[in-house]
């Protein structure tokens, strides 16, 4: 590389995964103009080199030593970090040892750290993925055969209708807008539903405005239309799908009237939008965390799977698009960083492939029970059976929901090691912090939502005495003794996990670094057939699912937490990127006029929000939301309230806890909300 080159890179935020062009002498961003982001680009990818040029990044190895972190060599971190872990796992065995994999590092950072965790003996490994889109996950491994988006964004103009389901990609993927902008030029109808009148709604010809955790309602009712009315394909539901004769009786009692009660949307409009919906002849239905962070979250997603089905919105007819949320959340999962699946999202009770992919790493088998999913570790450390954590590129102690709750077993831990490009909230707690290089410092390949794999290239050389996240966990897994570690670039790790796939077994590194990616397994699925068992759908009838927490005369409201354009997560980021500073709006709570009335506060007034939890404190907006609602930005201090319930692929709800608010009358500053 030279000075002035162009360098390209993955964008290191959202899961559209954007291309930037980095000019290498003034690190200025410009978007990429081929696939997937056209030259479209949105500020957190336009100032992304701000937060990696932070003064604030750690700059070397640390260690606790008296409660004080104090500055040790790689090698001394290395070698204490590996003894300790041996220790536990000849004292406790290996499930005494946790790691949690980093949705924001590359594929093979990735692989990296599964393969640590497997061949030291345990499937203790997980990732953000399981706060975010597990749900989806396994509602469409279970009726479709494969847990991830079906079709490319290119798909989204070809349809005749698209449905945005408690998502928002005005603020948080702002680039696929285009994609949504473009299909609307074509004379697609967009058709959205959130609790909230967001900024993605100025784009919808129907705006649903629905009661929290009533999806499940909603979706009945709009299949309940279209079986009564006929409307369904008949012929697609025959020949590739089972159980609808279950989906005709369950969604029976769903009248749109019923459903009006429960969820607060006008019959008429819940028939009109099922009609627009059956008659459009294609459709894709987007959907977020509205759905999937919720104690209903595998129910709601099958939901709205068994809608699509009913119309054979499938394959060149329909997509499915479960947005992903992290840069790599996608491949992080791919390369088998969840506890419950194997690279590939293989079952780990597969035995042929799970002893492939031990034959490959050298060892005769790899442990097949279920490893802790990332939000039952806290559980699992306050009853002892956890003893060491090993953190890549996560901040649970603000992600995590009910935080109290996880900085408690934080301090719990024998072993805690983070591995990060800052001083987190969780990394005060650690025993051991590593600096790890930034996206822009290091090579590889990232996943995006669409599964289309992405070459990032380097821009200039690790800052500081920090490492690329491969180096540090080849170097780990070194001085665990195991075996196979000896990668000395990273493109032999890239190598080494194209042998798991067989679509991937063909391709080279030169190929990937060459094009606009590989999509993997490809670029669309189910065009013919499902990849289940026996080649069909399977339609799984869903019954409301009530939140884990009602409201009542106490604690009135229900409380939703939600996403805003200029922040990213929990802050460590986007805080450190003064152009985005700059742009920021302080946090605000977001009620209806008529409970704003009742409780005496206007817009810009201080708000007391309080939970079985604890409270925090907040500016108030008076906004579209049904009565009884309180919607807040996660990004500060939200999880000091939010609730420990989880949904059956273990994503916490975050979406949904009983609230109460009243007028706070001290001018004490609320910059208490940043993490
Ligand atoms: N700017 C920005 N972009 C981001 C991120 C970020 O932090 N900031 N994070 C990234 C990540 S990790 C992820 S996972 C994605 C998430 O992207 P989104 O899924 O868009 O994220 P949210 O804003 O959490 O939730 C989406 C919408 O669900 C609505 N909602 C809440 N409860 C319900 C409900 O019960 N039913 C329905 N129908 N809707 C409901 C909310 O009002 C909100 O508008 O964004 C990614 N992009
Ligand atoms: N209340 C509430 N809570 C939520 C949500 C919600 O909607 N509401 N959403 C949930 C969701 S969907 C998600 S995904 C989670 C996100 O939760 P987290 O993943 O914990 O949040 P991030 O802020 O994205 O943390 C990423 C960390 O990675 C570090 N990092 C960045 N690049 C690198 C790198 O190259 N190497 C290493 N080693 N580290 C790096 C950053 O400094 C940062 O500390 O939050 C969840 N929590
Ligand atoms: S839309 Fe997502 S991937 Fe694209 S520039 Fe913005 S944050 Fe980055
Ligand atoms: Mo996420």
């Not at 000849?90 to 994999?101: K, M, N, T």
């Not at 500081?464 to 665990?480: F, V």
């Not at 996660?634 to 273990?650: D, M, Q, S, V, Y």
């Amino acid at each position: 590389m030279y000075i002035g080159d162009k360098v390209k890179v993955v964008c290191p935020y959202c899961g559209f995964g954007c291309k930037l062009i980095i000019d290498s002498q003034t690190l200025t961003v410009r978007p990429y103009k081929g696939e997937p982001n056209k030259g479209r680009i949105c500020p957190k990818g336009l100032y992304a080199m701000e937060f990696a040029l932070s003064k604030d990044r750690i700059k070397k190895p640390l260690k606790r030593e008296k409660n004080v972190l104090k500055p040790v060599t790689w090698g001394q971190a290395m070698e204490e970090i590996s003894h300790k872990l041996l220790e536990i796992r000849e004292f406790y065995g290996p499930d005494a040892v946790a790691f949690i994999a980093s949705s924001k590092t590359s594929n093979e950072e990735n692989y990296l750290l599964q393969k640590i965790a497997r061949l030291f003996g345990t499937n203790n490994i997980d990732n953000c993925a399981r706060l975010c889109h597990e749900a989806s996950v396994h509602a469409l491994k279970m009726t479709l055969g494969t847990g991830t988006q079906t079709n490319p964004y290119e798909d989204l103009e070809k349809f005749g209708v698209i449905v945005i389901w408690g998502y928002n990609p005005a603020e948080s993927h702002p680039v696929v807008l285009e994609y949504i902008g473009n299909a609307k030029k074509k004379g697609a109808k967009i058709i959205v539903v959130d609790v909230r009148e967001t900024i993605t709604m100025n784009f919808a010809d129907y705006k649903l405005l629905i009661k929290p955790g009533t999806d499940i309602v909603l979706a009945n009712a709009m299949m309940h239309v279209i079986i009564q009315e006929e409307l369904y394909n008949e012929e697609f539901i025959r020949k590739r799908t089972t159980g609808f004769s279950e989906i005709r009786m369950a969604t029976m009692k769903y009248t749109p009237e019923y459903a009006e009660r429960v969820t607060g949307i006008p019959a008429p409009l819940i028939r009109e939008v099922a009609r627009e919906f059956a008659l459009a002849g294609s459709g894709a239905i987007m959907w977020g965390m509205g759905l999937t962070q919720h104690v209903s979250g595998v129910e709601n997603v099958l939901a709205i799977i068994d809608l699509a089905l009913l119309l054979g919105y499938i394959g060149e007819r329909g997509g499915l698009y479960p947005m992903r949320g992290q840069n790599n959340v996608q491949g992080a999962a791919y390369m088998g960083a969840l506890s419950e699946f194997l690279p590939g999202y293989v079952p780990l009770d597969d035995e042929k492939f799970r002893k492939r992919v031990a034959s490959l790493w050298g060892v005769d088998d790899l442990p097949t029970r279920r490893g802790f999913y990332l939000t039952e570790l806290w559980d699992a450390i306050e009853r002892g059976d956890l003893m060491a954590l090993y953190i890549v590129g996560e901040n649970p102690a603000v992600s995590e929901a009910n935080f109290a709750k996880v900085r408690k077993a934080l301090r719990k831990l024998d072993l805690l090691v983070v591995q990060d490009l800052f001083m987190t909230q969780t990394a005060r707690y650690a025993h051991y912090l590593l600096p790890a290089s930034s996206f822009c410092e290091k090579e590889g390949s990232y996943m995006n939502s669409e599964r289309r794999i992405q070459w990032s290239e380097r821009v200039f050389e690790p800052l500081n005495d920090s490492k690329p996240d491969w180096e540090i966990l080849t170097m780990l897994g070194k001085a665990l003794g195991l075996p196979g570690f000896d990668y000395s670039n990273v493109e032999e790790i890239t190598v080494e996990y194209f042998r798991l796939f067989p679509e991937l077994e063909e391709k080279s590194v030169e190929e990937l670094k060459n094009s606009d990616g590989i999509f993997l397994p490809k670029k669309r699925l189910h065009t013919w057939e499902f990849t289940t068992p026996n080649g069909k759908a399977r339609f799984m009838a869903v019954e409301q699912v009530p939140p884990w927490e009602s409201t009542d005369e106490e604690y009135p409201f229900a409380l939703t937490t939600v996403r805003v354009m200029n922040h990213y997560n929990t802050g460590e980021m986007t805080l450190r990127s003064p152009s985005l500073v700059k742009f920021m709006k302080e946090p605000a709570a977001t009620i209806n006029k008529e409970d704003a009335k009742k409780l005496d506060i206007k817009s810009g007034d201080l708000v007391e929000i309080e939970t079985r939890r604890g409270k925090i404190r907040m500016k108030v907006e008076i906004g579209k939301v049904p009565q009884g609602v309180v919607a807040i930005p996660f990004h500060f201090k939200a999880n000091r309230i939010t609730n420990n319930a989880l949904n059956k692929a273990g994503t916490s709800e975050f979406k949904f806890s009983a609230a109460r608010i009243r007028k706070f009358k001290s001018e004490r500053p609320t910059q208490d909300n940043y993490p």
